[in-house]
């Protein structure tokens, strides 16, 4: 698939009213902001190349991420190289990282119906239980979309359900649908320093994603130099990486039971 096969979002006017509209709609304020900044390095889709390098990049500086799953894509191929197994999955989990849903079919969220991502999702979270990969906690929305019926559906289930819409997580901050920075294209790495140096400035929590972690990546993903260098500049600056869990608890959000 090439990037102009890709998804797009829908640019006309009703698609930018609706996704206004759902930013004000079930909403979940958090309460209060961190006591110190934090971040989190996560990865989309899971491509075989984020699980493998991302992970050992992490690892090797004793940090963990968080890797949103669709298992319905797992071991198969896509624009973004081939994507991890079940086996990969548990071994991510068994080392310390976080395996978040990104529903199982990696579903539109914008376009589907409250009851179909609901029934996606706990397929998904059924596949990872039965892989050891669970249990599962926290959400992406896959594209970073969803329209008001899935928003209010999946709400309930998760701790924190993340869009891709720029911004740093504090206080007042919809955890039903909270922000992102994306570590992807050509700026990819000067952006997330800047979500960097946000955070930093105002004690928040930055979650950063990416897709593919490799030399030649595709347009979703960042280079093994550039997720490294992002991985120091966050420690050698004093901020705390953390997975989605983690920063969860530390700003006492508990998720309901999925």
């Known amino acids: 698939m090439s990037p102009e096969q890709a998804y797009q979002p829908d640019r006309t006017l009703k698609g930018k009213l609706r996704r206004r509209f759902v930013r004000l709609a079930h909403r979940r304020p958090l309460a209060h902001g961190p006591r110190s900044p934090m971040v989190s390095f996560t990865f989309d889709d899971a491509p075989l190349t984020a699980a493998e390098t991302g992970a050992r990049l992490l690892e ?5 991420g ?59 979270r059924t596949a990872l239980a039965e892989w050891g990969a669970g249990p599962v906690s926290h959400f992406a929305y896959p594209y970073g979309d969803v329209a008001a019926g899935p928003k209010a559906a999946l709400a309930g289930r998760y701790g924190v359900l993340r869009a891709l819409h720029h911004g740093v997580i504090e206080a007042g901050t919809d955890l039903n649908q909270a922000p992102a920075v994306g570590i992807e294209g050509p700026d990819g790495e000067a952006i997330a320093e800047h979500g960097l140096a946000k955070a930093r400035a105002r004690n928040a929590w930055l979650i950063l994603y990416t897709h593919d972690v490799r030399p030649d990546p595709s ?10 260098r992002l991985i120091d500049r966050a420690q050698t600056s004093g901020m705390e990486i953390v997975t989605l869990a983690e920063g969860a608890q530390r700003l006492g959000v508990v998720p309901a039971a999925a």
Do not use: K
């Open 219 to 228: 347009p979703w993903g960042c280079t093994p130099d550039a997720l490294a």
């Open 66 to 124: 968080v890797f949103y799953v669709s298992a319905g894509l797992a071991g198969t191929e896509g624009p973004m190289g081939r994507f991890a197994d079940a086996a990969d999955y548990a071994r991510l989990a068994q080392a310390g990282h976080e395996i978040a849903c990104h529903t199982y079919s990696h579903l539109d969220c914008g376009q589907a119906t409250g009851a179909a991502a609901d029934e996606d999702a706990a397929r998904n």
């Open 60 to 64: 090797a500086r004793g940090a963990r």
